[in-house]
């Protein structure tokens, strides 16, 4: 980023020129995915400033963080954040309660303890969407382990504590989704809603009014942006 090395994720003063205080270690360790080699998809920024983001990271500044990491505002990861997902991450959103949504390609969530990798508690099964509590802990009254059937790419918590989620997938729980699905707090294996398929699939979600599907998907969101 404007001619220094930076791994993974950075950040910008109001200016637009780099904030070199935004580095773990002082640099030392690349402030990123594993080597750089994995991908950053997505960020949330919470309400004190910490910065959740996920992706394809195995470790994030020297430390054991597998598909979603919590940083403190200077860059460094916050390692008493374990969250644990067994494969990619590639959404994450912040429900106004402080809980976390997580989505991707995997099935198994849990934590790893950031300097050992070793297991921290019991895994739990969550096929590519997972809420996550405040503290790390995986959200047992959540239960996805009956998911979806492909890659989630986006998550968007609604202000009733449902939750939409977008991607690759035809099923969600079994049910018929194309796309786009809608998952209730309680029993999210049944409570959805569909839409008609998008092509060739979601990859973004933004807040707004139901927009109509006709015989080709619209050019513009009810958000007025143009997809």
Not at 33 to 49: K, R
Not at 50 to 58: A, F, P, R, S, W
Request: glycine fraction near 14%; avoid cysteine.
């Amino acid at each position: 980023v404007q001619g220094t090395d930076i791994l993974g994720v950075a950040r910008l003063n109001t200016d637009g020129s780099l904030d070199s205080s935004f580095s773990p270690n002082g640099g030392a360790v690349p402030n990123g995915a594993w080597t750089g080699n994995f991908p950053v998809y997505q960020m949330a920024l919470q309400s004190d400033d910490k910065i959740l983001i996920n992706g394809g990271t195995l470790q994030y500044a020297g430390k054991y963080h597998a598909g979603v990491v919590r940083l403190n505002t200077n860059g460094t990861p916050d390692n008493t954040f374990q969250s644990f997902i067994n494969w990619w991450g590639s959404s994450v959103a912040l429900q106004p309660d402080g809980k976390i949504v997580v989505g991707g390609d995997f099935g198994v969530v849990g934590q790893r303890n950031p300097d050992t990798n070793a297991v921290v508690g019991t895994d739990v099964a969550r096929l590519r969407v997972a809420r996550f509590n405040a503290d790390g802990t995986p959200d047992t009254d959540f239960d996805t382990s009956n998911g979806a059937d492909a890659w989630v790419w986006a998550v968007l918590p609604n202000g009733n504590d449902s939750l939409y989620i977008g991607g690759k997938f035809n099923f969600v729980g079994g049910i018929v989704r194309h796309g786009v699905a809608r998952l209730k707090a309680i029993d999210p294996t049944t409570q959805m809603i569909g839409f008609l398929p998008p092509n060739p699939a979601v990859y973004s979600a933004v807040g707004g009014s139901s927009v109509p599907w006709g015989s080709a998907p619209p050019t513009v969101s009810s958000a007025n942006i143009t997809v």
